[in-house]
């Protein structure tokens, strides 16, 4: 146990550099395209992961996302691109069985976002859950199904879409 004083503060570093083992699998949603394969693939890539799985409602959505995934799989990586919604409950369930094929899950990052920009007054509830559910049910979901599991680290990615909207409309 450690004993902090009141008033005093503990300062830390970060480390160094982030070390991922090659010997485990790197799950990665809205991996297929924009921040989680451009930046979130590329990273583990480059801090050692070499089993990454990318998860994806709808694949690559531009000829770049197909080279940046070409380009990671000539590099050696082990890549796997799966295709399911993990807003249902039932498909998060499916990728369990995918797992068994791979390396032990070391991680999870939560990085699925559907864009649909609207005004507050113009938001009907189908529009919410589109882009409600991916985020929040998927975040669920996945933590389900992971919570008996040993991960290093399981990270949910948010953005601020909400505010960008609110300051360019205002």
């Known amino acids: 146990a450690i004993t902090i004083l009141a008033g005093k503060d503990v300062v830390t570093l970060p480390p160094a550099r982030l070390f991922l083992p090659a010997d485990w699998t790197y799950l990665i949603t809205g991996g ?40 990671l ?14 807003a249902d409950e039932t498909s998060v ?10 390396p032990p899950l070391a991680s999870v990052l939560h990085s699925t976002g559907v864009i649909d920009d609207a005004l507050a007054h113009e938001t009907t509830q189908a529009r919410f859950w589109s ?15 992971t919570q008996h599991m040993q991960l ?13 909207v609110w300051a360019r409309s205002a």
């Open 93 to 102: 369930s499916a990728l369990v069985n995918l797992w068994q094929h791979f």
């Open 32 to 71: 297929a395209s924009g921040f989680g394969l451009e930046e979130v693939a590329r990273l583990f890539a480059a801090r050692g992961a070499q089993h990454i799985v990318l998860v994806s409602r709808s694949g690559p959505k531009s000829a770049e996302d197909r080279q940046t995934i070409r380009m």
């Open 131 to 145: 882009v409600f559910a991916p985020k929040a049910l998927g975040a669920w979901h996945l933590h389900q199904v």
């Open 73 to 86: 799989e000539q590099s050696g990586i082990s890549l796997h691109l799966e295709h399911a919604n993990v």
């Open 152 to 164: 290093d680290f399981f990270t949910m990615v948010s953005c601020c879409s909400s505010v960008l």
